[in-house]
């Protein structure tokens, strides 16, 4: 059994910082891609940004230049770093990781963890 527990949500002013954390734990060998999603109230879940094993990043538009998503293996954990928030960044934000199949040909599993609140005032 695998799972994500997130961390480090919380509430910010605007133009404030926030650093999120989320650690896999179980059984656990090795870890694919690892992301952070974030769904406001009354809107669909969105991607926000992505990082591979390897450490390339991805990020969704309406937060480049001010987010950072890491990850330390060693850890099993991925962080992202939020800088200059904005009133529209308030949203329940996801923890997603992918794992590869254990043995030959088994399944990959995708596991998401519970969220954490990140509430950013004007």
């Known amino acids: 059994q695998v799972q994500l527990v997130e961390s480090g949500g919380g509430l910010v002013q605007a133009g404030g910082s926030l650093r999120l954390s989320c650690a896999a734990s179980?059984?656990?060998?090795?870890?694919?891609?690892m992301g952070w999603y974030r769904q406001a109230p009354g809107k669909q879940r969105e991607s926000v940004a992505g990082?591979?094993?390897?450490?390339?990043?991805k990020y969704a538009g309406s937060v480049k230049g001010r987010f950072t998503i890491s990850r330390d293996n060693a850890k099993n954990t991925v962080y992202l770093q939020m800088n200059s928030l904005k009133p529209e960044d308030t949203a329940v934000y996801y923890c997603?990781?992918?794992?590869?199949?254990?043995?030959?040909?088994?399944?990959?599993?995708?596991?998401w963890g519970q969220g954490t609140l990140v509430t950013v005032s004007s």
């Open positions: 997603n990781a992918d794992f590869p199949p254990t043995v030959v040909g088994g399944m990959p599993l995708e596991v």
């Open positions: 179980g059984s656990i060998f090795s870890i694919d891609a």
């Open positions: 990082i591979t094993s390897g450490g390339s990043t």
